[in-house]
């Protein structure tokens, strides 16, 4: 009997852990960028409290859960540097318009000021600083998967 093409459940822990741990390396990298340019207060808010520090953890914690998420959907070419950082950079990319552009406005509208709803797919200064760590988020995700993987194969 042969064996079957589909990953097994701990296939997909697998898949996934190596995803969110990269995930946290490219948020705690781009969490850096967001501390710098004084956006983490903001992250924050996203469940009530102003406060950097808080920001940070429910950064990592998205980063986490999106790194997973790339996890799953990219690991079956992990082991291809190019094709995994052009799925990364993709990737950054598809989470800064789902993320900074639609979603955080629409809940900072809801926990924080009514008028971030205003701020849906609006794109000034602050949110092509924003694409830019997104797509820093993307790249360094994917290397660390790759590395994950590479590691996971030897």
């Known amino acids: 009997m042969s064996a079957t093409a589909h990953p097994t459940t701990s296939g997909l822990v697998s898949r996934a852990g190596s995803g969110a741990v990269a995930g946290i390396a490219g ?5 850096m960028l ?6 983490l207060p903001m992250v924050g808010m996203l469940i009530g409290v102003d406060n950097a520090f808080v920001g940070f953890l429910v950064h990592l914690v998205n980063s986490a859960i999106i790194g ?10 992990a082991d291809k540097i190019g094709p995994v950082l052009g799925a990364g950079m993709v990737y950054g990319v598809v989470w800064w318009v789902l993320g900074a552009l639609l ?13 971030m709803k205003d ?7 602050d949110q092509w600083l924003s694409l830019m760590g997104h797509a820093i988020f993307g790249l360094i995700t994917a290397a660390v998967l790759y590395g994950l993987r590479r590691r996971a194969r030897s």
Do not use: H, N, R
Request: proline share 5%; aromatic share 12%; glycine share 12%.
């Open 34 to 39: 967001m501390a710098m340019m004084g956006m």
């Open 103 to 115: 979603l955080m406005p629409l809940w900072l509208s809801v926990t924080a000021d009514p008028m």
């Open 119 to 125: 701020m849906v797919f609006v794109i000034e200064k």
């Open 68 to 77: 997973a998420v790339f996890g799953l959907l990219a690991y079956g070419i």
């Open 27 to 31: 948020g705690i990298v781009f969490g």
